[in-house]
């Protein structure tokens, strides 16, 4: 006696009956770097088929993504100046707050959410103020607070820190609710491992540390246990959703955090994982919508509710295909 567990694959009717996972646009959101100036639309030579922006080119871009059926972008800023402490980033008139208004005045339906951190604005790419070549936690969320004000004052409808500080949430929060801002959600990027996933994006943006590396900050991989401390701290100082980064090698962790957890999860599917998919399809090593599409189901049964990806506009594209 055996369990014929093949009789509920009989058929694509039955199969789609007995599914449990599901996955649409709403879960989506698309990371878009926009750059300061004019006349920039730049292919990411690591990231085929994404592109720095500057705000004179990105209405066609905006008006293209609102007919796929996107429906939110985290916001990168790529600004002409840096400095040692990232002054660009907290600048009212800095090209993340421009973009905000500008996305807000000619497409206010979409959903903004910004990534706060310092090192796209600073000299020396790490994601905070240096004491020598140390990275200063606290000193840094001054930093953070003036970001993330400058952001909700432009329009943004949600924040995500990405920086790894201590304290940053209750900071944020706090500097939110002190300003009227009680309303505005925060992403946090709890569990970010230190990751050569991110390489592509760094030639994206621009903001590799022009020495050392953010272990110091951000999380090793080689531990099983630590990651559910940040979840705590991030959910007692006021996180509204968790973020696990990388996605893929990291669905174990996107599994334990959604099953104790009840706030949702989101995951980013960083610059790497796309270059790869993007690199092996171009050579007609894999089928890139089949495998785009296990991720996106991969993911979201590990337990994300959001999936933050570049591949959004060709999910779009297929999703209006039919598939
Ligand atoms: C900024 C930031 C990074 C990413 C998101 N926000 C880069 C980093 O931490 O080095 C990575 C995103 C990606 O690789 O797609 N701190
Ligand atoms: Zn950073």
Redesign the pocket.
């Known amino acids: 006696m055996f369990n014929r567990t093949r009789r509920l694959r009989n058929s694509q009717v039955l199969r789609n009956m007995v599914k449990n996972v599901d996955f649409s646009m709403d879960n989506l959101i698309y990371?878009l770097f926009i750059e300061e100036g004019t006349n920039v639309k730049v292919e990411i030579s690591s990231m085929e088929g994404q592109y720095r922006l500057s705000l004179d080119n990105l209405y066609d871009e905006l008006k293209e993504l609102k007919e796929l059926g996107v429906k939110s972008l985290l916001l990168?800023g790529i600004p002409l100046k840096k400095d040692p402490v990232g002054s660009e980033a907290y600048n009212d008139k800095g090209i993340v707050q421009e973009g905000i208004r500008f996305i807000k005045k000619h497409f206010p339906e979409f959903f903004i959410v910004t990534?706060v951190?310092l090192?796209?604005y600073t000299s020396h790419g790490h994601?905070g103020v240096l004491d020598g070549e140390r990275v200063v936690n606290d000193e840094t969320l001054k930093l953070l607070d003036k970001i993330t004000l400058s952001h909700a004052k432009a329009g943004a409808d949600m924040i995500a820190p990405?920086?790894m500080m201590d304290g940053r949430i209750q900071s944020m929060r706090r500097i939110l609710d002190e300003n009227n801002f009680e309303n505005l959600p925060i992403m946090s990027?709890s569990i970010?491992y230190a990751s050569a996933?991110?390489g592509?994006?760094?030639d994206a943006?621009d903001?590799a540390p022009s020495f050392g590396d953010?272990k110091t900050y951000?999380m090793d991989f080689r531990n099983s246990k630590d990651y559910l401390i940040e979840v705590e701290n991030d959910l007692a100082e006021g996180a509204d959703i968790i973020m696990v980064?990388p996605g893929m090698p990291y669905l174990d962790v996107v599994k334990a955090v959604s099953d104790v957890i009840s706030n949702p999860v989101a995951v980013?599917n960083?610059?790497?994982e796309?270059s790869m998919v993007k690199a092996a399809a171009k050579n007609g090593w894999i089928d890139e919508e089949r495998i785009v599409m296990e991720n996106m189901y991969a993911m979201r049964r590990a337990g994300a509710d959001i999936i933050i990806t570049?591949h959004a506009k060709d999910i779009a594209r297929w999703i209006k295909r039919g598939i």
């Open positions: 990371p990168f990534d951190c090192c796209e994601c990405s920086d990027y970010k996933y991110y592509p994006f760094r943006a903001s953010r951000q980064k980013y960083v610059s790497g796309y570049y």
